[in-house]
């Protein structure tokens, strides 16, 4: 399992116009391909005079599922430069559809190309781009006498705090990745003399956004 992966928080909209054509890009996340189909026929009857509606969608830690059309343009001048964007920009679980409305001039290979890849990274930019990383929650309960030490523990490694209670005892419930869960297993037993109750949960996946911290079950 990877530990960190790029993929869309709120979907985006753009549009580009190259010599009279209009090129507009949706961008939505996905969590299958049905969802991905579901996307594509949505922009399509929204679009449904449209001259092409081209799309391509990645998914998979490591895009293990790519799929591109190029809806009529010529081979290779739609679909595949929307999916190069998606993979070249490390961009997950995504599907984009650019529509085209002619607009009386052929653009030729190159444009068509040029087109299509700019309309996608716009509508990329239009979104909101997050990185989802593998953690595990971890719920600590101590002693009050204990608990300076694990404040200071869990600060100095940038472990997320979810939650805190006092009572009889202190409780505390934090996100850490999965690539620190050994290191703080150690740190936290270690500086507290094995005082410490540990007790790990359920792997997932969190983001940092605007502040505040988002938790996805995958």
């Not at 116009?17 to 399509?44: G, M, P």
């Amino acid at each position: 399992m990877i530990d960190e992966y790029r993929t869309v928080l709120e979907n985006g909209e753009a549009e580009i116009v190259e010599k009279k054509s209009r090129f507009l890009s949706a961008v939505s996340h996905i969590d299958n391909e049905e969802e991905a189909l579901e996307f594509i026929e949505q922009i399509r009857k929204k679009h449904y005079n449209a001259t092409h509606n081209c799309y391509a969608y990645v998914l998979g830690e490591r895009f293990e599922l790519q799929r591109f059309s190029d809806d009529g343009e010529p081979g290779g001048t739609a679909g595949k430069p929307i999916l190069d964007v998606l993979t070249g920009e490390g961009i997950h679980d995504t599907v984009i559809v650019v529509t085209r409305y002619f607009g009386g001039t052929l653009l030729g290979t190159g444009g068509l190309v040029r087109a299509y890849s700019g309309a996608a990274k716009e509508g990329l930019l239009a979104s909101t781009i997050i990185t989802r990383k593998y953690g595990v929650k971890l719920k600590i309960q101590t002693e009050y006498t204990g608990l300076g030490k694990i404040q200071y523990i869990l600060g100095q490694n940038g472990i997320h705090i979810l939650d805190t209670q006092y009572t009889e005892h202190v409780n505390i419930e934090c996100l850490v990745p999965g690539a620190q869960k050994g290191q703080m297993e150690k740190e936290l037993t270690e500086g507290t003399s094995g005082q410490a109750d540990l007790e790990w949960g359920e792997p997932c996946f969190f983001a940092e956004h605007q502040g505040e911290i988002l938790i996805f079950d995958k």
